[in-house]
């Protein structure tokens, strides 16, 4: 089985910087996912990481650690639009794309 | 970007009817769709693979019988809810995947069962 641990809830303030951590326990490796969700929305796709190190995109940033089974999701001058939910995934290693997620974690960002 | 699309948005219907959903892949085709079930303030649960022209894979816990799927061709799957009860009631979604790691997301449909 897979096992994928994120914190519940965060809060942070506008122009700010956060960190979203999430492990993870599997008995293999095939990519992981950061997703972004809104309330009453489908997630939207915000990062891929599959080989070790730090990804940026703009104000987003991922990184992965194999070995750890650890990843974050680093969001820098924060905005009130991204108050939503943060979604850690794992695709499946059995092969395919079979895609396991975390609880999520809600971010508030206060003025 | 790809998208996915899925209708209805939302649903209301008693307890003891079915309700069908679709998803569709507008602009590339997709073999492979996913299913997942979404309760309030939880994360997504998937609840089956959908292939194309073949039967689909559930996951541990799900009632093939009950959530009936039909991949009928590369860009339509269909989630079917038979005999549903308020219990049912979530947000469904599905997505679709597009080369070796997109996977795009439908919008969703809310489904009340009452």
């Known amino acids: 089985g897979q096992n994928i641990d994120q914190p519940t809830e965060m809060t942070a303030t506008e122009g700010a910087i956060v960190q979203i951590n999430c492990t993870y326990q599997?008995?293999?490796?095939?990519?992981l996912f950061w997703y972004q969700q809104h309330a009453g929305e489908a997630p939207t796709f915000l990062s891929y990481?599959?080989?070790?190190g730090l990804e940026e995109k703009g104000r987003f940033s991922s990184f992965l650690s194999r070995s750890k089974g650890y990843s974050y999701l680093l969001l820098k001058e924060l905005q009130m639009k991204d108050s939503a939910s943060y979604l850690c995934?794992?695709?499946?290693?059995?092969?395919?794309?079979?895609?396991?997620f975390g609880a999520g974690t809600r971010l508030f960002v206060k003025a | 970007g790809a998208v996915v699309s899925q209708h209805p948005s939302w649903v209301i219907c008693k307890s003891g009817t079915s309700v069908k959903i679709e998803c569709r892949s507008l602009?590339?085709?997709?073999?492979?769709m996913f299913w997942y079930r979404q309760f309030p303030k939880q994360s997504l649960m998937l609840m089956a693979t959908?292939?194309?022209?073949?039967?689909?894979?559930?996951e541990q816990g799900v009632e093939k019988d009950k959530f009936l799927i039909n991949h009928a061709s590369l860009t339509l799957s269909t989630l079917t809810v038979t005999s549903a009860h308020p219990e049912d009631s979530s947000f469904y979604i599905c997505?679709?995947?597009?080369?070796?790691?997109?996977?795009?997301f439908g919008p969703g449909t809310r489904l009340t069962v009452t």
């Open positions: 990481n599959v080989l070790d």
């Open positions: 995934a794992v695709r499946d290693p059995g092969g395919g794309f079979k895609t396991i």
């Open positions: 997505s679709a995947i597009l080369g070796i790691d997109e996977q795009y």
């Open positions: 602009d590339f085709q997709a073999t492979t």
């Open positions: 599997t008995s293999g490796f095939n990519g």
């Open positions: 959908s292939n194309e022209g073949s039967k689909a894979t559930y």
